[in-house]
């Protein structure tokens, strides 16, 4: 018998007003399996995201199912009430956003924001063995002072820091799912390569699956098993990231590969100056 995924989107459709963002979205994500979702911006990737969480302030899930695969079986999230989603919120889904100056409370220590989550997912951890687990998660990312940077602001600490203690925060709850929208915006070359393998390393680790999101194929290689390529509210494409990048099917994925940027093969204008290769249009309104 084939284990259920841990989400499915089906037929989902989200609208803010009478605008459709989301028009009819399906996709699957299994266990311990990384998908990213790429699009251009204003594909709906993190209205996506959003209606997972049961966050869409100013839409609603105007059609379709997103159901979640837990150990208490399958749930449909876009049907639960918001006192019933604050069960799952946090603890077995989790989501890193893009920017996390703006995640984190700037006038609170790391410290104090961590024990938030650690008491919220976590109650059963009290006191010193609280901040033993806190010490432990930052550890996990990769920060090598982890008592430090507890007594830390937000503003103390580089991009990069800041964005492993987006994701220690993620995982405090030990979900199930976890979401990253876009983790590595504003960081250098260097750093958003790091934390692309550590939240893989991560997710490999403890068996946890991962919806990324990107606009950025090279990013999606790097980490994600699938890919699911969104355009104007609706996948284009679906499948297996090594087939979809060797050989993808649908025009707009052939043109978003062509797009990425790659010196050896930029196009030549009438002034035999290199250029990047370019789409046409823009995703509709």
């Known amino acids: 018998m084939t284990a259920a995924p841990v989400l499915a989107l089906e037929e989902l459709r989200v609208a803010f007003g009478g605008v459709a963002v989301l028009d009819g979205v399906s ?9 990213a979702l790429v699009g251009e911006s204003g594909s709906g990737k993190s209205v996506a995201a959003l209606a997972v969480m049961g966050m869409l302030r100013g839409g609603r899930v105007s059609g379709g199912r997103i159901l ?23 603890r077995r889904i989790a989501m890193i956003f893009q920017e996390p100056m703006s995640a984190l409370n700037p006038a609170m220590r790391i410290g104090a924001q961590l024990g938030e989550c650690l008491a919220l997912h976590r109650p059963e951890l009290r006191g010193g063995t609280r901040r033993e687990a806190a010490v432990g998660l930052l550890a996990r990312t990769g920060i090598a002072d982890p008592d430090r940077c507890l007594g830390a602001y937000p503003h103390h600490l580089s991009g990069g820091m800041r964005q492993r203690v987006m ?10 799912l976890l979401i990253a929208d876009e983790p590595t915006t504003a960081l250098d070359a260097g750093t958003r390569g790091r934390i692309l393998a550590l939240i893989r390393d991560l997710a490999a680790e403890s068996g946890t699956s991962t919806l990324f999101i990107t606009h950025d194929f090279g990013s ?12 104007a509210g609706r996948i284009l494409e679906d499948g297996p990231i090594d087939s979809v990048l060797r050989a993808p099917r649908h025009p707009y994925t052939r043109g978003l590969l062509a797009a990425m940027p790659d010196p050896d093969g930029m196009v030549l204008d009438g002034q035999g ?11 509709p309104p």
């Open 167 to 176: 994701i220690a925060m993620a995982l405090a709850g030990k979900p199930a």
């Open 220 to 231: 999606a290689a790097a980490i994600a098993d699938r890919v699911a390529v969104l355009y």
């Open 68 to 90: 979640f695969g837990g150990a208490d079986g399958v749930v449909d999230l876009a049907a639960m009430s918001e006192r019933a989603l604050r069960a799952y919120r946090g």
């Open 27 to 35: 996709f699957t994500i299994g266990r311990g399996e990384t998908l």
């Open 273 to 283: 100056r290199r250029r990047l290769r370019t789409m046409a249009g823009a995703v």
